[in-house]
């Protein structure tokens, strides 16, 4: 009975629980999205639907429901309908190695929860292999539309995606070396016994993996493939109604998700400030402590990922393969060969 | 005089100098409070005085009738031929005005017919809302010009 | 969308993607035929001709006083323009000139009209780089100038200000001021644009060196106004040829060096406030005296030809008017600038990638209403 | 433009097509005269005509004409300044030449082709294309014309200034005037296949190619109305469908 209640009904719960906090996220990152733009721009955003706007999401979620699901003639039925489900379902299962807090949660009924659905110990690894799938996911979408532009896009994003692939995985390595262990709870749990965020010591790492980041998701200066002057809407040109929405919920959630990696491998997961330090533990005092400091910080990255769409123009594709190739590959390395140099001579 | 060409010293390009500083311009520009959404039909618009609106045939305030003396000056000076000014001579063998049909649907507001006017008869008003469901009615006749246009009051 | 393929010299898959006519960053109805192999261009052909409404015949067929507001709508952008030149053409024809208050008042109208020229060219073509919050901003200052002239003559965008031998309307009380608040805190507001593109590396990624003419071939393709001043050529008809009161003010002709986008860039983005600063100066001396010279009510110039032109925020735009006596132009001439601007667009952009065409066509700030006129 | 003065080897133009075309010199010095002499009768003394209205044009000279007529003799017909704008007229053969030459002198060295554009004389059956140059050297603005019959081909400048490319392809679409080696001499602003030259003075601003809306738009043109009225107007007008 109790293997039941343990190994089967506590994850199905918080898979339930993950699932819905992540798509509900993704609803309010779109309001967020269109009110920080708005606010960035002086205008106000939303303010119709609800109180300042907040049921704008519902509203467009059921507006991209009741939308004519256009397929364009000559595209590929199958293919076309199941692309934006192959980008999608990655992003979401990922978070099943987010750790929202540390192992020993608070226990119910004599049961121990923890904050996290599981612990793989090789969550990078995990991470990163799963990202990658969602990249078919485009370029079938643009391929199976069966008209130029979307072609044009999705082959853009196809070169973009892969050759950002690269220098993020590069640039995690480096706190590998300081954590030494894939799971991403222990990268957490190192760095609380290090006392120090590995932002602190590897500042170099993560500004490459945000940026990395940003390009993987096709966002702000790296969003090419939906470049709306050039190519009018890059891969989901063709796309409309609840395709569309699939689409745009993927972009979102592995908006999420980068934030999330980058507070688990960067600013500490779910530490608070000064980790060690006891003189800050009323930091930790109220409930569910972890679980609100993570979620500040992902809230920051997620303001961050905002911020830089509305503030500085796009770049070329080719300025872009050239940034990822020849900037960003060799300073994830160089970090690499600095961190292992001084970790041999601290430790050694 | 020559226009600045700057580039990026070395020091700006690494610590991202120049993306930074456009940051903090847009971050400084979030004041929701100092935002203002005009809500255009619960609130009247402020429209200039001058505005050349819906074109209206003035009446003389005392005695009522119009000022227009059927001169035809307007319907020339129109670059649209928007105007037909219909008149018959009356019983002092002065013209007198029976029709007036004014032509919005082609009408571009240039006020030549304003200007052209030489009693304060035509006058361009500052009402916008011309908007209608059928072409027909879009040639006033002088009742309407008279009246001025009543259009629908927005209610939520 | 034709998608020919066609087997070239050095077998290059070359596809033909047709770009507009209604694409979102062709500013208007132009529709350009991109060769292209891969996402190079070899060759542009611009295709127009899809708002021809007919101007020039319309100017036989109505009065000098008619065809006035018809004009308003070549350069929608820059209505007020369209305007002057052509009043001042039939002005010099009649061999009247405006008085001088008048001619104060088209100069600060002129120069306002400038600005949101040139706003929208920025907006317009930050936006097609992607700089979205630069259009939102260049719009909120062109929203000032906008209710300016709502207050003077009544219309926002083809006003239709002035008339043949002077302007119409006597500035209203608070002009001044409101004038002169808006161009105290202009030039900050274009600091501003500077701090969020001048040395952006992605902005100068995407401007330097794309869509590059040399002074020798835009002078050979007929290139003016800012175009021109971007590749070196300090010419600009407001020095070289003044009209209005022009020559009671100092300004400088900005002007660049290697004739590419970031160039003419920076030099549009210069002469905004240099107009800020002519405008500063027209607005505190204008003179008093009449609005409107003294001419009969009905226009009709004696027979003969004339040619002027005058610097509108796109080049040099002149009025070829042939009169034959009549209160009707026996013909009437437009030397539109965007017109013979776009045709070096197939010079500038061979060779550059797709993204850049955007760029390039953003750049050459062409107005479709005045090249199809 | 109707030249007041006429020249000799122009065939005659009548002044101004409003008033009746009266042969000029004899009637109108008879007007002012109070005592009005028989008709035919040659007046003894025709008084000094009166002060023409408007201005005039005064003969313009400068070392630049001087330079063309030396070196185009024949081409060259005459220069002259109207409201302080110098202009020549020279006659459409060599105009490539004449061109190249006024863009390479170097004593006003035109190098911008500010614009090409023609106007339609009807009565004479000719067009006249006007080149205006800017020097930008020299500061000066110079008007170049040149006069050919409706079905005559001229030399394309395109060679000497590109601008000229689409300037002429302009000119041809609105007036039809054939270009010589222009690089591609087609339609620019009205679709390929239009019927008729809009901007000729004989094309009806009423009437529009009925024939092109009808098969292109598939609707009847609105102009429908307008072709009979303009029928009504001049009946011998010839709508270019039928």
């Known amino acids: ?348 | 005089m020559k226009v600045r060409r700057p580039n990026l010293s070395l020091l700006k390009k690494i610590f991202l100098v120049d993306l930074i500083r456009g940051l903090f311009l847009t971050f400084s520009y979030q004041r929701p409070s100092l935002n203002y959404t005009e809500q255009y039909p619960k609130v009247r618009p402020k429209v200039a005085e001058r505005f050349r609106g819906a074109p209206r045939l003035n009446n003389d305030p005392e005695t009522g009738e119009t000022l227009c003396i059927a001169c035809n000056l307007c319907a020339l000076a129109c670059p649209e031929h928007c105007i037909e000014v219909g008149w018959e001579r009356d019983a002092k063998g002065k013209k007198a005005l029976t029709s007036y049909t004014f032509d919005i649907s082609r009408c571009m507001f240039c006020g030549l017919c304003e200007d052209a006017c030489p009693t304060p008869a035509l006058e361009l008003t500052q009402d916008f809302e011309m908007s209608l469901y059928d072409r027909r009615d879009m040639k006033w006749d002088r009742q309407k010009l008279e009246e001025g246009n009543q259009p629908v009051v927005y209610t939520k | 969308m034709s998608t020919k393929e066609e087997q070239t010299l050095f077998d290059a898959s070359e596809i033909t993607v047709s770009m507009g006519p209604q694409h979102p960053s062709t500013h208007g109805v132009l529709q350009v035929k991109l060769k292209l192999d891969g996402e190079r261009v070899i060759d542009a052909e611009c295709v127009i001709g899809y708002l021809h409404r007919g101007v020039e015949k319309l100017g036989e067929a109505q009065t000098y006083g008619q065809f006035v507001p018809t004009l308003d709508r070549m350069d929608y952008i820059a209505a007020v323009s369209n305007c002057l030149g052509y009043c001042e053409a039939v002005e010099k024809l009649l061999s009247v000139t405006a008085p001088p208050r008048a001619q104060y008042i088209r100069v600060i109208m002129t120069e306002l009209n400038r600005i949101t020229s040139h706003l929208l060219w920025l907006g317009t073509h930050a936006i097609d780089l992607g700089a979205v919050t630069v259009f939102l901003y260049c719009f909120r200052e062109r929203e000032e100038i906008l209710k300016i002239f709502e207050n003077y003559c009544g219309a926002r965008l083809t006003t239709h200000m002035f008339r043949i031998g002077g302007t119409q309307y006597e500035i209203y009380d608070g002009f001044q001021d409101q004038v002169r608040v808006f161009v105290k805190d202009f030039p900050k507001k274009v600091d501003e644009y500077e701090t969020l593109l001048t040395e952006n590396r992605i902005w100068i990624g995407r401007t330097r060196g794309v869509g590059v003419i040399s002074a020798k071939d835009a002078i050979d393709m007929g290139l003016t106004g800012p175009s021109l001043r971007g590749s070196g050529v300090e010419w600009d008809i407001r020095k070289a040829k003044p009209y209005a009161a022009y020559s009671d003010f100092e300004f400088d002709i900005p002007a660049g060096e290697a004739g590419d986008t970031y160039d003419r860039y920076m030099v549009r983005l210069e002469e905004m406030r240099q107009s800020a600063r002519i405008i500063s100066q027209a607005v505190e001396k204008i003179p008093d005296g009449p609005l409107m010279a003294k001419m009969s009510k009905i226009i009709k110039p004696p027979i003969g030809d004339i040619y002027h032109s005058i610097e509108s925020p796109k080049g040099e735009l002149g009025y070829y008017i042939v009169s034959d006596g009549s209160t009707q132009a026996y013909r009437a001439r437009v030397r539109p600038p965007s017109f013979v601007n776009l045709q070096s667009l197939k010079r500038m952009v061979a060779g550059h990638m797709v993204a850049d065409v955007v760029a390039i066509i953003g750049t050459l700030d062409i107005v479709l209403g005045e090249i199809d006129r | 433009m109707a030249d007041e003065q006429k020249d000799s080897q122009q065939p005659e133009k009548p002044a101004e097509p409003p008033k009746p075309a009266a042969p000029a010199g004899e009637a109108r010095a008879a007007v002012p005269k109070p005592p009005p002499p028989p008709p035919g009768a040659k007046p003894a003394a025709p008084a000094a005509p009166p002060k023409p209205k408007g201005p005039q044009q005064e003969p313009w000279s400068s070392p630049l004409v001087d330079a063309i007529k030396e070196k185009f003799g024949g081409e060259f017909i005459k220069s002259y300044s109207f409201l302080g704008q110098n202009q020549i007229v020279v006659k459409k053969d060599r105009i490539a030449e004449i061109m190249t030459f006024l863009r390479d002198n170097d004593i006003v060295p035109l190098n911008y082709l500010v614009d090409e554009t023609a106007v339609h004389w009807p009565k004479t059956e000719e067009f006249e294309i006007v080149y205006i140059l800017y020097s930008h050297a020299k500061n000066e603005r110079i008007r170049v014309k040149t006069r050919i019959k409706e079905w005559e081909p001229i030399e394309s400048v395109s060679g000497v200034w590109t601008t000229a490319d689409w300037l002429e392809r302009e000119v041809f679409d609105m007036f039809g005037v054939q270009y010589l080696n222009h690089p591609n001499l087609k339609r620019i602003l009205l679709p390929e296949d239009w019927v008729g030259y809009p901007l000729r003075k004989d094309y009806n601003i009423r009437l529009q190619d009925v024939e092109w809306v009808r098969k292109h738009l598939g609707i009847d043109s609105g102009q429908k109305y307008y072709v009979g009225e303009a029928r009504h107007e001049d009946g011998g007008y010839v709508t270019p469908s039928d």
């Open chain 1, 1 to 348: 009975m109790d293997f039941a209640i343990d190994y089967i009904l506590i994850p199905f719960i918080k898979i339930f629980i993950v699932f819905n906090v992540v798509a509900g996220v993704v609803a309010l990152l779109t309001l967020a999205e269109r009110k920080v733009a708005a606010w960035i721009q002086v205008r106000l955003g939303p303010m119709r639907v609800g109180p300042y706007g907040i049921l704008q999401p519902l509203a467009d979620g059921l507006k991209l429901m009741l939308k004519e699901d256009i397929v364009p003639a000559g595209a590929d039925k199958w293919i076309f309908t199941l692309a934006p489900v192959i980008s999608l379902v990655p992003a979401f299962i990922v978070f099943a190695v987010i750790p929202f807090g540390p192992a020993d949660g608070f226990t119910i009924l004599g049961h121990k929860i923890s904050y996290f659905i599981t612990d793989l110990n090789i969550g990078v690894l995990y991470v990163l292999s799963i990202s990658s799938v969602g990249i078919i996911g485009i370029i079938l979408g643009g391929w199976a539309s069966n008209s130029k532009y979307p072609l044009l896009g999705a082959l853009r994003s196809a070169a973009q995606m892969v050759s950002y692939e690269v220098p993020l995985g590069f640039s995690i390595i480096g706190v590998l070396i300081l954590a030494g262990s894939l799971s991403l709870v222990k990268i957490v749990e190192a760095q609380k016994a290090a006392g120090f965020w590995y932002v602190f010591l590897q500042p170099v790492g993560f500004i490459l993996f945000f940026a990395c980041g940003i390009a993987e998701t096709n966002r702000a200066p790296f969003d090419l493939p939906e470049a709306e002057s050039e190519l009018v809407a890059g891969f989901h040109t063709e796309y409309s109604g609840f395709r569309f929405s699939l689409y745009f919920l993927a972009e979102y959630a592995s908006m999420i998700v980068v934030s999330c990696m980058a507070v688990t491998l960067f600013w500490g997961g779910w530490l608070r400030p000064f980790p060690n330090v006891h003189a800050f533990d009323f930091l930790d005092a109220f409930p569910l402590a972890p679980l609100v400091w993570f979620a500040a910080k992902v809230v920051v990255f997620i303001y961050a990922y905002l911020w830089f769409r509305w503030t500085w123009p796009r770049y070329r594709y080719d300025q872009l393969m050239k940034v990822g190739w020849q900037w960003l590959l060799p300073l994830a390395m160089a970090n690499v060969i600095v961190t292992a140099v001084l970790v041999l001579l601290l430790k050694g």
